[in-house]
């Protein structure tokens, strides 16, 4: 049974920094591909991007540079470590996590829609960024 639970949303101004958590229970790290996705108002919901199991990562073009993810398997938490925020960046921000190809790559496409490969889901942690 995989379990998913975000953490650490809140509001910050443009520019700024946040840091999303997502603790894991169940075996996610030695075959599942874990990420992160967001959903505004009114929006579909779109990859951010994500993490395999040997740790390397893809992100969607409108966040490269700017956030990145990371996990400490120790602690079964993934992280979503986000900066130079921007008020497009507002929505409720989930993690989620499908098995992996091949013992645990991530693939198929980061972006719009593109949400059907993932089985589990958190509740998710809205992240609110005021101009």
């Known amino acids: 049974q995989i379990k998913l639970v975000e953490s650490g949303g809140g509001s910050v101004q443009a520019g700024g920094s946040l840091r999303l958590s997502c603790a894991t229970e169940?075996?996610?790290?030695?075959?599942?591909?874990v990420g992160w996705l967001r959903q505004a108002p009114g929006q579909e919901r779109e990859g951010v991007g994500d993490?395999?199991?040997?740790?390397?990562?893809r992100y969607d073009d409108s966040v490269k540079g700017r956030f990145t993810i990371f996990k400490d398997n120790a602690k079964n938490i993934l992280y979503l470590q986000m900066t130079d925020l921007k008020p497009e960046d507002s929505a409720m921000y989930y993690c989620?996590?499908?098995?992996?190809?091949?013992?645990?790559?991530?693939?198929?496409?980061?972006?719009?829609?593109?949400?059907?490969?993932?089985?589990?889901w958190g509740q998710g942690t809205q992240v609110t960024v005021s101009s």
């Open positions: 993490i395999d199991i040997y740790g390397s990562t």
């Open positions: 169940g075996d996610t790290y030695t075959s599942y591909c």
């Open positions: 989620a996590a499908y098995v992996g190809a091949l013992g645990g790559y991530c693939y198929g496409k980061i972006g719009h829609g593109e949400t059907g490969r993932f089985s589990h």
